[in-house]
């Protein structure tokens, strides 16, 4: 088969969350299995930024929008057997963000993905004929919407299938009606069983409506995205196409997440020989400036600093967490989470370390040198810190939602089976709960030996969730 991922971010070139790692993965996995796979992203700064130089495919590629004619060039780079193509329009790409400031939106977001969906499309005749469009997200919504209206009888596309991964329900992609003339969606699919919603324009219902089937990142979230409560207002559409909804759990890269090659740690260690983890917790005591103190937790977190992700509990609970533990963390995001941290840190002075940026190398040492990594989110479509904690020795405590639930299941002293902690409801009292249970086991090395050895035995690997996309793919 060949498979084109379409994804406005994949990993290393440009990513702000989890759906990079997974289009960054997810496409080598699939050739290895001895498909063609590719992915296709916009050419941002921050793929030059980070280092990458893509090649010229086609220069000059002509598109109509707006009832004008503009151009953009393809760019090309190969790695790792798959081939990574890049819409280089500088005009709305080549800006510092990817989608906005910390403050605000970019204004012309709506056409910016518009544009990419159709410089997609005007590029798939050079790139060659897909049997699987892999959409993931809002910003890619409008691929199955033009190909499916615009492009009904273009013979590229009479067998192409469409595929749409929903990543987080609550980024949709909402504009104001006014914008449909702009990008060429007619007035006739602003309705309730089009891209209308709520009088706004929705990109990600509009990918939903369009695409052949629809998958989520957990079978447990696609089983809750059914609900009003995770919903965000689409579960109505969700539960009337939900035979063709499906779960596939993401997978971990551990050429890039493994304590035995990890380039940015101190030491390196596996699941044989833990011992260089003491160096990696020393080590990052010394980046955020904390005594390190082997038998005091580490307590940590890597996220963005957004309601979803259960931070108002964190910092609601801060004074009970640093009465046994030292705290870091690595977030950005919301600007008054991004102040809130700052004076966390000013005001527990070597017990909080605070990191507001977006820093690759620091999230490895952080997941190496951490006891336990804290997941409280409201929701969680898929999670991918609780897989790379697992497979450094950090041991997990997560409220039990969504992938969060799939992946996690609570340690049993008794039995000593289980590799982490989990509670239900968002409260202070719940989630203090399962970290004090956490720092509890902590106390006792044979137990807390025996947790880490469970965490180290899971295995996430890409291996067996390619498997079940490919199924998937085959069967559309
Ligand atoms: P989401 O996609 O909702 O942000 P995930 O857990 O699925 O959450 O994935 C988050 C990814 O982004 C992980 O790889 C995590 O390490 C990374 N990440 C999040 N915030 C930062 C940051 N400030 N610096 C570096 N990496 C980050």
Partial sequence: MNILLISPEVFPFAKTGGLADVVGALPEAIAKKGHKSSA???????VKKNGFKPVMFKKNISLRIYNREEFFNLLILKQNGVDVYFIEK??????????????SDYQDNAFRFAFYAKA?????????????????????GLVPLYIRTHHKSDPLFSKT????????????????????PYIDVPWDLYTADGIEFWGKANFMKAGMI???????????YSREILSPEFGCGLDGLLRAKE?????IINGVDYSVWSPANDKFIAEKFDEKDTSGKAACKKDLADVFGIKYNAKRPMVAMITRLAEQKGIDLVVNIMKDILKESDFVILGFGDEKYNNIF??????????VGVSIKFDNALSHKIEAGADMFLMPSRYEPCGLNQMYSLKYGTVPVVRAVGGLDDTIQNFNPSTKKGNGFKFKDATNEAFLGAIKDAVAIFKNKKLWDALVKNCLACDYSWESSAEQYLKLYKNL
């Fill in 90 to 103: 500088n005009e709305y790409y080549d800006r510092e963000f990817l989608y906005g400031t910390p403050q």
């Fill in 40 to 46: 296709i992203l916009p050419y941002y700064q921050l």
């Fill in 342 to 351: 700052q004076d966390l840190a000013k005001k527990h002075k070597g017990k």
């Fill in 243 to 247: 035979k063709m909804l499906y779960g």
């Fill in 210 to 220: 369009f695409s052949d089937a629809i998958s989520t990142v957990s079978k447990g």
């Fill in 120 to 140: 997609i499309i005007a590029s798939i005749q050079y790139i060659g004929k897909q049997d699987v469009l892999h959409c993931n997200d809002w910003q890619s």
């Fill in 161 to 180: 299938k469409i595929l749409f991964t929903i990543h987080n329900m609550a980024y949709q992609g909402l504009f104001p009606g006014e914008v449909l």
